[in-house]
């Protein structure tokens, strides 16, 4: 049986763009893309009109691409090659439909792939195991022992055998070379089953040889293997020229040669321009065509030299008899006359096992998982750490049950365990990104499904998820002296592991509709923020404004908190006789001072919430791999924000082109950030201080830490600049970490400024300059010393999924002993020191103190009589005016130390090994 051919024909493509107005408006820098955002608004709001210049990129071309030859696109940078390979693959934006080609193919699956001048691969792969896991994402049931032997043949022929079972590296870890990485891209599309290739700058990086080398291959397996191949090339050497079979030469959007190779230099001489003996053919067909260096090919005696512009070659070539010879298929295969032409048997209709992908996808990830085994370890370690940690803080020696006092120690330690283990979970969002572009090439090339990646990642997830909660709970339950009921230790288990499989699938979603590590980072970190803040425990559901009510219900800490909480206060130890607000016992006391549900029956159907959470998150992950395109895209001479294609010819044949789509071209990104508002009294008769506590507690730890974990990704791709630069002499150390630092204080400035224009008279906070001051002063103290903390943890770490591992044990730290899940009184001695060493503990000290240190308004405490803010503040939280002071000049000495500690990292640490 004969493999289908494919020939392309393409009719009046047209391609052009709306380009905002103005030299510099179409830089995509900081203030462009505000004012353009801002515009847009006020376009949408018919304020004011978008001013923008219409350009064409592509200018209603014509032509046929006939299979079992191999196809060069010559043209000057900004010509619209990648455009027109993007076209032709059906690769343009998802609302530019290919209904402008005519595809004729026997064969209606797999026909057209594009591959751009893109080397993503996975680092700790094989160069092997990469092409063999491609051969297995492509693999058909008709075809399996060709590729297979594609398979050996691209390994041979492309030069990568020596480097077979070499992992294939990054820019930290040495691997094979950029020329094999190529190369290894090359065989991933090769070993596949499509029929027509569309490749745009594929020598980039390359010396000529092996430039040749790889044409040389491909030409092979265009002639032997009836595939139609397309190649855009820059400054192709004579020997390669002579390679293709046909060329396409692209000026300005126009086509202005498509046909043999042999006639190309015979076209232009009937014009008046002659190629000199010596010239490489491919450099005379883009000069010829400059307005700079087109005189100096002129020959025709009898009539002066005038310009001939693009326009003139166009109309030349479409008038030429050249053209018509194309148009009319007088043309032949370069292998006509070997083959037999066999009809294709229907019977044997070609397709894809989705087992097979299935089982291709998950063996990678199994693979990946023994390789990136480093980071499980420390994950591993990370859990118990904390456990063994949290388990002393709250030991049951010092642990009763007969007041709500005592409940409120055991409610926050629940709290606790739910936040480590939904912490846990955002190591999800470095290993999916991690995952994404590689997945966007396959998905383009090799066609492979969002479900299959998807789906592998969270059945491996399952039992890794298994032992860590598992760890946490066998480390924790008793030692903190839990309800001691072998029932509810399983129940206390099944919430926390719910717990955990809802937040790697919200991380992971997160992760990919971000799809770049400081968009995912963002994201993920106010998600954290809006649901903890809205869960109920740090403003109980009766003091949130109505219009926030919804809120409370669409938090998954809603659901885990009442899940684990009922567990705990409905067993039999907490039925101490307490009334409180139709409460008769201390268990259901604490249940109803926190806002939370009393019924049993509302556990099951928590967890169920939780597990349903997982489920719909993990769905709307695949949705997201399957219709998101790729935030990396190529940048042409032109940004664009809007696209237009015209047509006449909507005509498809009896077969389809790829209808994976990608959007062209880049567009700028714009940010918006939507701040959380608090609405809380102040506190007087009938209030809580406990709100404003929580407040304090989440604007000063979760805010400081969405800045570090954005910059973070940033910090960390600039070191491997900084590697290069140093290595070259460009710049010292200092230098570096100056402008480092000194780059984030203006960002920081306005945050703060932001943030605090809004939140402090929100709040209600006593409108006065000192006060405002120091809630001012202590905000940008809190967000310097976490941005250097960012920058230091990457300084310290070989890559960024360790580093985010080390910043979240850190920050657990700093979050538990803050002051506000355990008050610093109620810490035990031995873990005392910790609070005094710990920066956050230190900001909502001064926060706190700050703002309500001198209220002598009477509060009502459960359980106790009624004191004044300023007692309650000394005898529950330890604050007093004696450390004020200290803890301010306490700030500027770790903002300082974690600066040392950067540039000491950035001066002697060097994780680069190649």
């Known amino acids: 049986m004969e493999a289908a051919k494919v020939e392309v024909r393409f009719e009046d493509v047209r391609v052009e763009a709306d380009v905002r107005a103005g030299r510099r408006r179409a830089l995509p820098t900081l203030l462009n893309s505000t004012v353009n955002a801002a515009q847009d608004i006020a376009a949408s709001l018919r304020v004011c009109t978008k001013r923008k210049e ?34 032709l693959a059906g690769k343009l934006d998802p609302s530019l439909k290919v209904c402008y080609l ?22 700790k792969i094989a160069c092997n195991a990469s092409l063999v896991l491609s051969a297995f994402f492509s693999s058909i049931v008709c075809y399996k022992k060709n590729t297979l032997r594609m398979l050996y043949l691209c390994k041979q022929i492309l030069g990568l055998s020596e480097c077979a079972d070499t992992v294939i590296g990054d820019d ?19 070993v596949g089953i499509t029929r027509c290739f569309f490749m745009d700058d594929i020598s980039t990086g390359l010396d000529s040889s092996t430039t040749f080398e790889i044409m040389k291959f491909l030409q092979q397996t265009a002639h032997s293997m009836d595939i139609t191949m397309v190649i855009s090339l820059l400054q192709p050497t004579p020997e390669t020229f002579e390679l293709f079979d046909d060329i396409i030469l692209l000026c300005e959007g126009k086509i202005v040669y498509h046909g043999p190779r042999e006639n190309a230099t015979d076209f232009f001489e009937t014009i008046g321009f002659k190629c000199p003996i010596k010239k490489n053919v491919a450099d005379f067909l883009q000069e010829v065509t400059s307005k700079m260096d087109q005189k100096q090919y002129w020959v025709d005696c009898g009539n002066k030299y005038q310009y001939y512009s693009i326009e003139e070659f166009a109309e030349s070539f479409r008038t030429s008899d050249l053209h018509q010879l194309v148009e009319n298929n007088h043309l032949m295969p370069t292998n006509a006359g070997t083959r037999k032409e066999v009809k294709e048997n229907t019977s044997h209709r070609i397709y894809r096992s989705r087992w097979n992908i299935f089982k291709a996808c998950f063996s990678r990830e199994v693979l990946l998982v023994k390789r990136n085994s480093p980071v499980h370890i420390f994950k ?7 456990a063994l940690v949290i388990s002393t803080l709250f030991f049951r020696a010092n642990m009763s049950q007969n007041t709500v006092l005592d409940a409120n120690k055991y409610m926050r330690a629940l709290f606790l365990s739910l936040v480590i283990v939904n912490f846990n979970g955002m190591t999800e969002i470095a290993m999916t990104i991690k995952r994404l572009p590689i997945f966007y090439k396959q998905r383009e090339v ?5 479900w299959a990646l998807l789906n592998s990642i969270f059945l491996i997830s399952l039992p890794m998820s298994l032992v860590e909660t598992g760890i946490w709970t066998s480390l924790t339950y008793y030692v903190i002296g839990y309800a001691p009921s072998p029932i509810r230790f399983i129940q206390h288990f ?53 219009w926030l009510r919804w809120g409370y219900w669409t938090s998954p800490f809603t659901y885990a908190q009442n899940a684990v909480s009922l567990n705990e206060f409905l067993d039999k130890r907490w039925a101490t006789e307490f009334h409180y607000a139709n409460a008769n016992t201390v268990g259901e006391a604490i249940l109803r001072i926190t806002g939370l549900l009393t019924e049993w029956h509302w556990y099951w159907i928590c967890v169920s919430i939780l597990f349903g959470f997982s489920l719909v998150f993990n769905i709307l992950s695949i949705f997201a791999l399957e219709f998101m395109s790729s935030p990396h895209k190529r940048q042409v001479n032109i940004n664009h924000t809007k696209v237009k294609v015209e047509y006449k010819s909507q005509t498809v044949g009896n077969g389809s082109a790829s209808t994976d789509q990608v959007i062209l071209p880049f567009r700028p990104l714009s940010l918006v950030f939507h701040h959380i508002n608090y609405f809380v009294d102040m506190p007087k008769d009938e209030q809580d201080v406990f709100n404003i506590l929580g407040i304090m507690h989440g604007s000063a730890l ?8 954005i910059l973070q990704p940033v910090v960390a791709m600039e070191r491997v600049v900084l590697y290069r630069e140093k290595a070259a002499g460009m710049y010292s150390n200092m230098a570096y970490v100056i402008a480092q630092v000194s780059v984030e204080l203006p960002y920081m400035f306005v945050q703060v400024f932001i943030f605090s224009a809004i939140v402090y008279p929100m709040i209600g906070f006593e409108m006065t300059a000192s006060k405002f001051f120091w809630f001012a002063l202590y905000m940008v103290l809190d967000f310097m010393y976490y941005t250097l903390f960012g920058m230091m943890t990457v300084a310290l770490t070989p890559n960024i999924e360790i ?41 909502v000290y001064g926060l706190m103190f700050s703002q309500l240190g001198d209220q002598t308004e009477l509060i009502h405490v459960p359980g106790q009589l009624d004191q004044m803010v300023q007692e309650f503040l000394e005898g529950y939280l330890g604050l007093q005016d004696d450390y004020f002071n200290l803890v301010t000049c306490l700030h500027l000495a770790v903002i300082t130390l974690f600066a040392l500690l950067f540039f000491l990292s950035i001066k002697y640490l060097k994780f680069q090994k190649r």
């Open 54 to 87: 219409q350009v064409k990129i592509i200018g209603g071309v014509s032509g046929t691409i006939r299979s079992s030859r191999m196809t060069l696109v010559l043209g000057a940078p900004g010509s619209g090659k990648t455009t027109f390979l993007r076209a």
């Open 102 to 123: 005519h595809i004729t193919s026997n064969n209606a699956f797999g026909i057209a792939s594009f591959r751009i001048e893109i080397n993503k691969h996975f680092d």
């Open 172 to 190: 930290l870890r040495r691997g094979i070379s950029g020329g094999q990485k190529k190369r290894v891209t090359i065989g991933e599309m090769l």
């Open 380 to 386: 591993t370690i990370q859990i118990t750490v904390l």
């Open 446 to 450: 090799l066609a492979l499904p969002g």
């Open 494 to 546: 099944v919430v926390l592991f719910a717990m955990h499989q809802m937040s790697m699938g919200l991380y992971r979603f997160l992760a990919t509709i971000g799809r770049t590590q400081v968009m995912a980072n963002m994201m993920a970190t106010a998600a954290l923020i809006a649901i903890c803040i809205l869960g109920g425990f740090f403003i109980p559901k009766d003091d949130l404004q109505p």
């Open 702 to 709: 979760f805010l400081g830490f969405m800045n570090c974990s």
């Open 803 to 843: 580093a985010a591992g080390l910043s979240f044990l850190i920050f657990i730290f700093w979050n538990v002993f803050s002051g506000f899940i355990i008050g610093r009184e109620m810490i035990p001695v031995w873990w005392r020191w910790v609070y005094w060493v710990n920066p956050a503990a230190w900001t």
